[in-house]
T-cell receptor
Framework: GQNIDQPTEMTATEGAIVQINCTYQ??????LFWYQQHAGEAPTFLSY????GLEEKGRFSSFLSRSKGYSYLLLKELQMKDSASYLC??????????FGRGTSLIVHP | DTGVSQDPRHKITKRGQNVTFRCDPI?????LYWYRQTLGQGPEFLTY????????KSRLLSDRFSAERPKGSFSTLEIQRTEQGDSAMYLC????????????FGDGTRLSIL
């Protein structure tokens, strides 16, 4: 089975940097995804990591350590529109992504 | 650019009725997934197709749930004898059959059981 853990909620200030952590336990590992989901909308893809290290994409970066079962999503220069739920999803041995419960990020002025 | 589409967007029905949802994936995607999502939770896996073959079903999926993808294109998810606990957002996603390819989600069907 798989177990994925993320903080339930985080708050941050506009313009700041925030790091959302994800820890996982899985039988087999075939990649980790981060998705953004605004209230009432579908999840949208942000990033993918399969090897250890940092992947940078504009204001968003994602890091993976397979030996520690750990990933984080780093959001820089926060904007109000970044207020959303951030979902960590791990693809285990079955190649089917399993999602964590998501981290609700609130960005305030 | 057509994404994943789901129909209907909302469904309200009485307990005990049957409901069917439809998902049209991105045309070149051969993988199709159904998830269920409740408030404050992440998407929970229900079932997965590769082309027309249903390759995996969640152990949480009761026998009241059935899914088909008859020609490897659109898919339907049917819930028979609906119960209050079935109230949720039902999400469909599709992806290419290559490592690292992300899932593209539809906007979901919100089911409310009265």
């Amino acid at each position: 089975g798989q177990n994925i853990d993320q903080p339930t909620e985080m708050t941050a200030t506009e313009g700041a940097i925030v790091q959302i952590n994800c820890t996982y336990q899985t039988s087999g590992f075939n990649g980790l995804f981060w998705y953004q989901q605004h209230a009432g909308e579908a999840p949208t893809f942000l990033s993918y990591n399969v090897l250890d290290g940092l992947e940078e994409k504009g204001r968003f970066s994602s890091f993976l350590s397979r030996s520690k079962g750990y990933s984080y999503l780093l959001l820089k220069e926060l904007q109000m529109k970044d207020s959303a739920s951030y979902l960590c999803a791990v693809r285990g041995g079955s190649y089917i992504p399993t999602f964590g419960r998501g981290t609700s990020l609130i960005v305030h002025p | 650019d057509t994404g994943v589409s789901q129909d209907p967007r909302h469904k309200i029905t009485k307990r005990g009725q049957n409901v069917t949802f439809r998902c049209d994936p991105i045309s070149e995607h051969n993988r199709l997934y159904w998830y269920r999502q409740t408030l404050g939770q992440g998407p929970e896996f229900l079932t997965y197709f590769q082309n027309e073959a249903q390759l995996e079903k969640s152990r949480l999926l009761s026998d009241r749930f059935s899914a088909e993808r008859p020609k490897g294109s659109f898919s339907t998810l049917e819930i028979q004898r609906t119960e209050q606990g079935d109230s949720a957002m039902y999400l469909c996603a599709s992806s290419l059959d290559r490592g690292g390819m992300p899932q593209h989600f539809g906007d979901g069907t919100r089911l409310s059981i009265l």
